[in-house]
C-alpha cells in the first residue's frame, strides 16, 4: 500500500492541556474526513502545526510521541515566528488580496521572510519521515512554498497542491511584491487544484503573464522538464454523515426545542466564520430592507445569525464585529417587538447536532459572500434537507455557485436584490423548492467529499506519469556520458547548430542577440577540430550570419535553408526563388504590426517575419490567431507555407526548410557522429531528416521529433563545451 503524506497549515487535531496534562482528540474536519475513505488505499501520514504554540521540550517530546501513535507529524513553530507567518502573511497579505481586499492588504517584507522560513520548516518536517514512492498533497494558501522546496529536493516525487480560496486575477496577483516567488513555489506541484474554472483561469494567465511559462495546452503547462497540470476539483461535503445525522435522536432533540422555542417563525439562517469577505454586515441591511419593503413578513421570519468567531484581537476583524453588532442592534431596536425579535445573533461557535438541527429547520439559508472559495455550508444546508423543502440564497461569488445552479443566485452587493430574493424564498410553493433541492443533491451526493479526493489523487498520479516519460526524454548524466564517448571515437562528426534560442537566449530585439565572445570562441574551437564539420543552420537574413559569424571556418544556413554558404566559398541560393508575394502579403504584415502594439516585421530575402515576443501575451494569442487564419486566406494557392516559430509567424516559399538544406551535408558521406540542437518548430525539420542514430536535441520541453529535450541555453553551452 503506498503511503500519502499531507501537508497542511493545521494538524486534524485538538490538543488541550488540563492539570498540566496533555490530551489530543482528532478533530473531524471536511478534509479529514475526506482523507479517511482513503485509508483503503493509502497509509495516510499527516505534517503540520498541531494547533498550538509549544515552547518546553518536555511537551514537545510528549505531543510528537502522541501524535505519532495517530500517523501525524507536529512542526513546531516558535510563536512570533508563527504570528508573521499565519496572522501576517498568510491572513494579512494573502487572504485580503486572495479575496479581492486590496486596501487591506498587508505588503511587510518581514511577515514574508517567516512566511518563507515556515513553510521551510515545514518541507523539512517532510524530509525528515519521506520515504521513496511517497505521495505528497499540500494544501492551501499557507504553504504555497512547499511545493518547489519539496520539488527540489526531490525532483521525481509525486507532488500535488490544492488552494482552498479564490485565486485572483492577474490585474491583482501582479500587485504583489513576492508573486515570482509564490506561482514558482506552486509550480513545485504535479498538479495544482482549484475549486472552480475562474481560479484555473487566472493562475494560468498569471503562469504566462508573471512568469512566462506561456506553453499551456489545455491546462497542462510545460515547465522545465515535467508538465504541471492546473484543473478545478470543486470540493464536496461528506453527504451521508449530514443526511444521517437529520436522524439522530440528538438532532431530534434540538430540533424539537426550537420549534417550540421560534413558534412558528421562519428562520432565515445565516452561519459564517468573522470575516470581512463573507459581507455580513451587507446581508444585515438586506434583511433591514425586506423589512421595510414587505412589512407583512414582519413577525413572521426572523434571521438567525451564528457568527463563529474569528481573529477578533486583530483591529479589523474587532471593528467588523462592533460594526455587526451595531447593526444587529439597529434591526432590532427599529422592527423588535416584545413578542418578536427580528435578528438572534450568536457570537460562538455550536456544535454539531445544533448545527444540522438548525440546517433541518430553517426554510432559508442566507449566503452571500463578496467571495468565498467555494462554501462548504451552502452544501452542508442542503444534505440535511432530507425532505428537499427549502431554498438556498447563494451569492454568485461563492465557488459551490457554480454547482448549485437551483439556488438563488445574487450579487451581494445588491442589497436589493437580495431582499427580493427572501421575499422569492419565502412564498416559493413547496413542489418548486424540492425540484430545485433534489436537483442539488444529487450532484452533492455524487461529488462528495471522497469522491473529491480519489478524483483527485488519481489525476495526480496521471500528471506524474506523463512527467515521467518526458523525464525519460530527458539529456540526463548517462546519455551525455555516452555522447561524450561517441564523439571522442568518431573519425569524422557532423554538428549542426540553430542559434536564435538555442545557443543565445532570446532578445526583446533579434538585433541584440550577437555572439559573445565565450560563444564565438567555442564555435571558433569546435568549428577547427579537423575532424567536425559545423553548420550553423539558422532563419535569420544572411547579411546578419555573415557579420557575426564570417569569418569562422564553418558553413552556414541562412533563412531556413533559401542560403547557404561552405566554409570559404560565397553565399548560394537554394534554387531561384520567386519573390514576388511579398507586395501582396507586406500590406497584411503592415496592418497586423500596426494594430499590435509590441510587433514588428522583419523583412528577409525570401520571408516576411511578424515578431511579437513583447506584446501582451492575450493579445499576441488573439492577434496571431486572427493573423493566421488571414494568411492562410491569402496564400492559398500559392507555393507559400505559414511557420510559427518562437513568437514568431513567418511566411516564406514551401520548398525552403532546414531538413531540405541539411540534407545537402548528409547525401554524399555517411558520418559516424551526428549532432544536431535546435529549440524551435523551423527546427523539427532538421530533426526528421536525420538518421535514428543521430544525436537530436531539442532545447525546452515541447513535443518534438529529437531524441532528446535538454532545458535551456545554458545547457547546450556547457555541452559544446565538453565536447572541446
Ligand atoms: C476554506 C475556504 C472553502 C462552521 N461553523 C461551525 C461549524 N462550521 C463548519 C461548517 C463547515 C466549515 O466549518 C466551514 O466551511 P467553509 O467552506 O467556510 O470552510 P473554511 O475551512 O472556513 O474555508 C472556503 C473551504 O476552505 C474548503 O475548501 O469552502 O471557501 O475559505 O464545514 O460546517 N461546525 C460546527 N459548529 C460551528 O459553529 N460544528
Known amino acids: ?43 495516510v501520514i499527516w505534517v503540520g502545526w498541531p494547533g498550538l504554540p509549544v515552547s518546553k521540550a518536555a511537551s514537545k517530546k510528549t505531543i510528537n510521541s502522541l501524535l ?19 496572522g501576517g502573511f498568510s491572513n494579512s497579505t494573502l487572504w485580503p488580496l486572495f479575496h479581492y481586499f486590496q486596501q487591506y492588504t498587508d505588503f511587510v517584507s518581514r511577515t514574508w521572510q517567516d512566511y518563507k522560513e515556515v513553510n521551510g520548516l515545514f518541507a523539512e518536517k517532510v524530509a525528515k519521515i519521506a520515504r521513496k514512492d511517497d505521495i505528497f498533497w499540500v494544501q ?25 480560496i479564490p485565486f485572483p486575477s492577474y490585474e491583482l496577483m501582479r500587485t504583489l511584491p513576492w508573486r515570482d516567488a509564490l506561482m514558482r513555489g506552486v509550480l513545485g506541484a504535479d498538479l495544482v487544484g482549484f475549486h472552480t474554472f475562474d481560479y484555473v483561469r487566472h493562475f494560468t494567465s498569471a503562469t504566462s503573464r508573471i512568469l512566462n511559462y506561456d506553453d499551456h495546452y489545455l491546462g497542462r503547462v510545460r515547465f522545465q522538464n515535467r508538465v504541471v497540470d492546473i484543473d478545478s476539483f470543486p470540493m464536496g461535503i461528506d453527504y451521508d454523515k449530514f443526511a444521517k445525522a437529520t436522524h439522530d435522536p440528538e438532532v431530534a432533540k434540538e430540533l424539537e426545542r426550537y420549534i417550540k422555542e421560534t413558534r412558528g417563525e421562519k428562520i432565515i439562517l445565516n452561519i459564517d466564520r468573522l470575516d470581512y469577505s ?9 434583511f433591514d430592507l425586506f423589512l421595510t419593503k414587505y412589512p407583512n413578513y414582519r413577525k413572521k421570519v426572523s434571521m438567525l445569525v451564528i457568527l463563529v468567531p474569528s481573529r477578533d484581537t486583530v483591529g479589523r476583524y474587532r471593528r467588523l464585529k462592533e460594526e455587526i453588532d451595531r447593526i444587529v442592534g ?3 431596536s427599529k422592527y423588535g417587538r416584545i413578542s418578536w425579535t427580528p435578528v438572534h445573533y450568536y457570537y460562538r461557535s455550536v456544535k454539531f447536532s445544533r448545527l444540522v438541527a438548525w440546517y433541518k429547520l430553517a426554510p432559508v439559508a442566507l449566503i452571500t459572500p463578496y467571495r468565498d472559495g467555494m462554501n462548504l455550508v451552502s452544501k452542508e444546508y442542503l444534505a440535511c434537507k432530507t425532505d428537499g423543502k427549502g431554498v438556498l440564497i447563494l451569492s454568485e461569488m461563492a465557488g459551490s455557485s457554480k454547482e448549485l445552479i437551483g439556488a438563488l443566485q445574487v450579487n451581494p452587493n445588491n442589497t436589493e436584490a437580495i431582499a427580493d430574493a427572501l421575499h422569492q424564498a419565502l412564498q ?39 512527467s515521467l516519460t518526458i523525464y525519460e526524454q530527458f539529456f540526463n548524466p548517462k546519455v551525455e556520458k555516452q555522447l561524450l564517448a561517441k564523439y571522442r571515437q568518431a573519425p569524422r562528426r557532423l554538428i549542426f547548430l540553430d542559434y536564435d534560442g538555442t545557443l543565445t537566449n532570446f532578445r526583446s530585439d533579434p538585433a541584440l542577440a550577437a555572439p559573445g565572445k565565450h560563444l564565438y570562441q567555442t564555435l571558433s574551437e569546435l568549428s577547427q577540430q579537423p575532424e567536425n564539420q559545423v553548420i550553423l543552420i539558422s532563419g535569420r537574413d544572411k547579411e546578419t550570419l555573415e557579420h557575426w559569424f564570417g569569418p569562422l571556418p564553418l558553413d552556414i544556413v541562412a533563412e531556413h535553408g533559401a542560403w547557404y554558404k561552405k566554409n570559404g566559398h560565397k553565399w548560394r541560393q537554394y534554387a531561384k526563388l520567386d519573390n514576388s508575394w511579398k507586395e501582396e502579403l507586406r500590406p497584411i504584415f503592415n496592418q497586423f504590426t500596426d494594430r499590435t502594439p509590441g510587433s514588428f516585421l522583419e523583412e528577409k530575402n525570401y520571408s516576411l517575419a511578424w515578431h511579437y515576443r513583447k506584446t501582451d501575451p492575450g493579445l499576441a494569442e488573439m492577434r496571431k490567431h486572427e493573423f493566421m ?37 548528409l547525401a554524399n558521406e555517411t558520418w559516424p557522429f551526428i549532432l544536431a540542437i535546435g529549440d524551435d518548430y523551423t527546427d523539427e525539420d532538421t530533426f526528421k531528416a536525420m538518421p535514428k542514430q543521430a544525436y537530436t536535441i531539442k532545447v525546452g520541453f515541447n513535443e518534438t521529433a529529437a531524441r532528446y529535450n535538454i532545458s ?12 572541446l
Not at 712 to 723: A, G, I, Q, R
Request: aromatic share 8%; net charge positive.
Open 68 to 86: 505519532q501513535e495517530m500517523a501525524m507529524h507536529p512542526v513546531f513553530i516558535d510563536s512570533s515566528k508563527f504570528n508573521n507567518y499565519y
Open 712 to 723: 535551456t541555453v545554458e545547457d547546450v553551452l556547457s555541452l559544446l563545451d565538453k565536447l
Open 428 to 466: 416559493m410553493p413547496e413542489e418548486e423548492q424540492i425540484k430545485r433541492v433534489r436537483k442539488m443533491q444529487k450532484v452533492l451526493q455524487r461529488n462528495n467529499i471522497n469522491y473529491w479526493a480519489r478524483h483527485f489523487l488519481e489525476r495526480l498520479q496521471e500528471v506524474h506519469q506523463a
Open 629 to 665: 487564419d488571414k494568411l492562410s486566406h491569402a496564400i492559398y494557392g500559392k507555393s507559400l507555407q505559414i511557420m510559427e516559430g518562437n513568437k514568431v509567424l513567418e511566411v516564406k516559399n514551401v520548398e525552403i526548410n532546414k531538413g531540405t538544406a541539411a540534407k545537402r551535408w
Open 1 to 43: 500500500m503506498g503511503r500519502l503524506v499531507i501537508i497542511s497549515n493545521r494538524l486534524p487535531v485538538t490538543i488541550t492541556e488540563k492539570k498540566g496534562k496533555l490530551s489530543i482528540r482528532p478533530s473531524a474536519g471536511g478534509l479529514a474526513t475526506g482523507l479517511n475513505s482513503l485509508k483503503n488505499n493509502y497509509e
Open 140 to 164: 492551501d494558501y499557507q504553504l504555497m512554498l512547499v511545493p518547489q522546496l519539496l520539488r527540489s529536493k526531490y525532483p521525481r516525487a509525486t507532488i500535488g497542491y490544492f488552494h482552498h
Open 330 to 332: 439597529y434591526i432590532n
Open 278 to 286: 463573507k459581507a455580513l454586515p451587507q446581508r444585515l441591511r438586506a
